[in-house]
């Protein structure tokens, strides 16, 4: 299996640049999600996706971050404006709930590092 | 706020010895996890364990859970050099739905 697919792996940008993030989940999973990791805050997560609608987006720190995910092979994560404070490691997992042997795991993907000058 | 709490924040033992992290949260859940995480890398599942269960054993792993302190360990056996990275709890929140929420983590580092 390929895993989850992020990319880019590294994206630098200056503040005020759009900055987008691109997923591909496991094949078979129904469950995508976007977390944010930084020293001061940890891992949190931003939103959620169960086939395909976004299920809870309560942790997207406001609006200029928004998601999609169009079909079930992808979604993106998209700041506009960005900001320094926006420069954190990415990371999109997927899974499918129920799935026997894989109940409630998630699986990641190897994360995107965001610098934001 | 992180729903759980590992403690210690940093581990530092000789290779072959047991390394113990624990993880205090605050709701109520379905199911924990522990996960690791290399430096630079994405997470990775270890194991589950159910609100129903006491203890559980993956390999050099084992996992304990109280309920009704809420709280969980992770041991991890005979170490290894290769064991050296962050682990992670993460809860499910107990109302059925797929979101974790993670904890803030435990550095392991173990020295030959």
């Known amino acids: 299996d390929a895993g989850v697919i992020q990319s880019p792996r590294h994206e630098v940008t200056e503040m005020g640049q759009e900055v987008t993030l691109r997923c591909k989940p496991i094949?078979?999973?129904?469950?995508l999600f976007w977390y944010r990791q930084t020293m001061m805050r940890g891992l949190e997560l931003l939103i959620y996706?169960?086939?395909?609608?976004?299920?809870?987006d309560s942790g997207m720190p406001e609006d200029r971050f928004s998601a999609k995910m169009p079909n079930a092979s992808f979604s993106t994560l998209k700041i506009q404006p960005s900001e320094p404070r926006d420069s954190a490691v990415y990371f999109c997992?997927?899974?499918?709930?129920?799935?026997?042997?894989?109940?409630?795991?998630?699986?990641f993907g190897p994360g995107t590092r965001l610098t934001v000058l | 706020s992180q729903q759980g709490e590992e403690d210690p924040q940093a581990l530092s033992i000789q290779e072959g010895e047991n390394a113990t992290m624990n993880c205090s949260y605050k709701?109520?859940?379905?199911?924990l996890q522990w996960y690791r995480q290399n430096s630079g890398r994405g997470l990775v599942h270890l194991i589950l364990?159910?609100?129903?269960?006491r203890e559980k054993h993956s390999g050099r792993l084992r996992v304990t859970l109280d309920t009704s302190k809420k709280s969980s360990s992770l041991l991890i056996t005979a170490s290894r050099a290769a064991d050296t990275a962050s682990y992670f709890c993460?809860?499910?929140?107990?109302?059925?739905?797929?979101?974790?929420?993670f904890g803030t983590g435990t550095q392991l580092k173990v020295e030959l």
């Open positions: 094949s078979g999973h129904n469950s």
């Open positions: 996706f169960n086939n395909n609608v976004p299920i809870d």
């Open positions: 364990i159910r609100s129903n269960e």
């Open positions: 709701t109520s859940i379905n199911n």
């Open positions: 997992a997927s899974n499918h709930p129920g799935l026997a042997g894989s109940t409630d795991t998630q699986y």
């Open positions: 993460a809860t499910d929140g107990g109302g059925g739905g797929n979101k974790l929420t």
